[in-house]
Structure formats: structure tokens, C-alpha cells
């Protein structure tokens, strides 16, 4: 039988030479990702771990870069891969600090989540958010009551669009948002994306409806100065 793709033809010396680089160059590639990989999850456990986070900024970077390989790596171990998003709300909120405590608590925002009230909630949907009349059904009325003594704005989101829409007509200078890892990822990114230093307090218990809330981590959150 005829050689159908005479070797001279389909692959002249330097196209072999070219798939070999790309190939040297994917087969590193993958090894620096692993490697980094594998030091950013060890950092994350550590931090879990021991409440201490070493080369914060660098870390933050790796989770945001690496997130999919790291979440991965603990899903092959058997490990629980909430330990990720845990440690990532906590380095931002540790990256802000400083920050955050610098704005009083007159130019402070919070941001509670509409799940974590009562199912029998009678407040009412206002253009500002839910309006909550403190009806005594569930944390909510005495937080928001607590918080607005102290100075701050206290919202309850009814959506997602609401926090941006806030954000722009108070322009709050700091905030505290209360919400599930997804929330309070995207609200700390919308946050940084507007320079304003934010605090993210993660629900106890998630879902849609009927959510808990850890209060006393809650005020320990908003008294800080
Ligand atoms: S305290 Fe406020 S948020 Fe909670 S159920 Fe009553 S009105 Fe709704």
C-alpha cells in the first residue's frame, strides 16, 4: 500500500521541533500549576487551621488563579472543600481590616441577606430594600434596631441588583455584607471593584429560605473599631 502521507511532506524538522516545545511547554505549564497548587492548599489548611494567614495578598491570588485546581486536590483527598471558600472570605476580610476599622460606623453599610428572616415575615418590599417593623419573629428587627443606634445604614436585599444599586446612592465607605460563600464573594469583588473596604459575616446555615445567622459573630463583626 502507497505511504498516503509521505513522512517529508506532513511533518518537515521544524514542525516536529515546534510540537515538541509546545509540548515541553504544556507538560511545565502543568507542573508549576500543580506544584503552586499544591502550596496554596497547604497554606489554606494551615490558616484554617491555626486562624493565621502567611503572605495574604500572595494567597488570595492563588485561591482566585488556582480555585478549581485546589478545590480538586481536596476532593481527591476525601477533604472538605468548604475549608476553601472559608479561608478565602476570611483572608479578604483580613486584607481589609485595616481599612474598615478606619471608617466609623456612621459611614458604614450592612447588607443582610432577605433569607435569614422569619417565613412569616410581614415586612413589606420598599424601593430601599425590605422594610422590617421589628416584629420580634426573628433576629433581623433587633439587629437592624442595634446597628442603626450605632450610626449605621442597615438594608435587607431583596435581590441581586440592589446592593449595586445602594452602593451608588449612598456611597456607603465601608460595608458589611451577610451572606452564603457565593454572595459574599461576588459582594466583597463588587466592594473592591468600587475601592470600598468591606467585611463579609457567613450565614451559619445557607439556603433560600430560612436561613441562621451566627448574631453574636454578627455584632462582634459590626462593633469592631
Ligand atoms: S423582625 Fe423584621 S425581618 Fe424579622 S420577621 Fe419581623 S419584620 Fe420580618
Not at 511545565?28 to 492548599?41: E, G, K, R
Not at 476525601?78 to 485595616?98: E, F, P, Q
Not at 458589611?176 to 469583588?189: Q, T
Not at 450565614?203 to 463583626?221: H, I, M, N, P, R
Amino acid at each position: 500500500m502507497p505511504d498516503v502521507f509521505p513522512r517529508s511532506v506532513m511533518f518537515p524538522e521544524y514542525i516536529n521541533q515546534i510540537f515538541y516545545l509546545v509540548g515541553e511547554v504544556v507538560v511545565l505549564s502543568a507542573v508549576a500549576v500543580l506544584i503552586l497548587s499544591i502550596i496554596v492548599t497547604l497554606l489554606i489548611i494551615y490558616s484554617f487551621k491555626t486562624g493565621n494567614f502567611f503572605a495574604a495578598r500572595y494567597m488570595l491570588l492563588g485561591i482566585v488563579l488556582l480555585e478549581n485546581v485546589i478545590i480538586a486536590l481536596f476532593w481527591i483527598f476525601r477533604a472538605d472543600d468548604s475549608i476553601v471558600n472559608d479561608v478565602g472570605v476570611r483572608l479578604r476580610n483580613y486584607i481589609n481590616n485595616k481599612k474598615f476599622l478606619m471608617i466609623p460606623y456612621k459611614d458604614r453599610s450592612i447588607f443582610m441577606p432577605q433569607c435569614v428572616r422569619s417565613t412569616e415575615c410581614p415586612a413589606k418590599l420598599t424601593p430601599e430594600g425590605i422594610k422590617c417593623i421589628n416584629c420580634g419573629r426573628c433576629g433581623v428587627g433587633e439587629a437592624k434596631k442595634r446597628a442603626e443606634e450605632m450610626g449605621y445604614r442597615f438594608f435587607i436585599v431583596p435581590g441581586s441588583s440592589f446592593n449595586k444599586r445602594m452602593i451608588k446612592k449612598y456611597r456607603p465607605r465601608a460595608i458589611v455584607g451577610v451572606g452564603c460563600h457565593m454572595e459574599i464573594k461576588e459582594g466583597l469583588d463588587l466592594c473592591h471593584s468600587h475601592g470600598i473596604p468591606a467585611r463579609g459575616v457567613l450565614l451559619s446555615k445557607a439556603g433560600c429560605v430560612a436561613t441562621e445567622l451566627d448574631w453574636d459573630l454578627f455584632y462582634k463583626s459590626i462593633e469592631e473599631k
